[in-house]
């Protein structure tokens, strides 16, 4: 596709409920993020891989929140046991550097916009 | 926690009319983007100055950054409707992974 892709658009989640979030990157390429962004707020980072490797997931917040993206291309967002602070958009970005090829810009997707009841 | 903030601003202007928001961060950084987000959509990258930079301008954009101050400045001429969004600093620590981390946003009305 021409742009970051990110299914599905909108989840509902009853609390303590399993979600997993889609994310499509731009074909090619290398990095791609993950970062959550709370109703009035900036996004927050949460994890980034390099082609299929996770190499920073300082950002997630416990250890209910799960990455993959095991063929460097497609990556799920996995969430257990989702709580009512989970509730935010979801955001997956992609760029097509690799970390040594500063400078440059990311591209976004539209997010998933997450509601725990 | 978050690097780069904004200046708490929700900036209401008529259309025609120049629009500026301010950025602030603390720590060194490579470089400092901007981004628009409308309401429903996405994050959209409209310009990125490295720190060896002072000013870029892009179309109706101008950015300025001042390292000294570690501050940078997004004008907006002759504003649109279609410029009414939220606008996002990111600033590139260095971590060398290109990783952001984002103000908490202006919101800008532009009004017909």
């Known amino acids: 596709g021409a742009g970051v892709s990110q299914s599905p658009r909108y989840k509902v989640a009853k609390r303590g409920q399993d979600v997993a979030l889609r994310c499509d990157p731009i074909?090619?390429?290398?990095?791609l993020f993950w970062y959550q962004q709370a109703l009035g707020q900036g996004p927050e980072f949460l994890t980034y891989?390099?082609?299929?490797?996770?190499?920073?997931k300082s950002g997630l917040p416990s250890d209910r929140f799960f990455a993959e993206r095991p063929e460097g291309s497609v990556s799920t967002l996995k969430i257990q046991r989702t709580q009512q602070e989970d509730s935010a958009v979801y955001l997956c970005?992609?760029?097509?550097?690799?970390?040594?090829?500063?400078?440059?810009?990311?591209?976004f997707g539209q997010g998933t916009r997450l509601t725990v009841v | 926690s978050q690097q780069g903030e904004e200046d708490p601003q929700a900036l209401s202007i008529q259309e025609g009319e120049n629009a500026t928001m301010n950025c602030s961060y603390k720590?060194?950084?490579?470089?400092l983007q901007w981004y628009r987000q409308n309401s429903g959509r996405g994050l959209v990258h409209l310009i990125l100055?490295?720190?060896?930079?002072r000013e870029k301008h892009s179309g109706r954009l101008r950015v300025t950054l001042d390292t000294s101050k570690k501050s940078s400045s997004l004008l907006i001429t002759a504003s649109r409707a279609a410029d009414t969004a939220s606008y996002f600093c990111?600033?590139?620590?260095?971590?060398?992974?290109?990783?952001?981390?984002f103000g908490k946003g202006n919101q800008v009305v532009v009004i017909p």
């Open positions: 074909s090619g390429h290398v990095s």
């Open positions: 970005a992609s760029s097509p550097g690799a970390p040594a090829r500063r400078n440059t810009e990311a591209f």
């Open positions: 720590t060194s950084i490579n470089n």
């Open positions: 891989f390099q082609n299929e490797a996770q190499l920073d």
């Open positions: 990111a600033t590139d620590r260095g971590y060398g992974n290109n990783r952001l981390a």
């Open positions: 100055i490295r720190s060896n930079e």
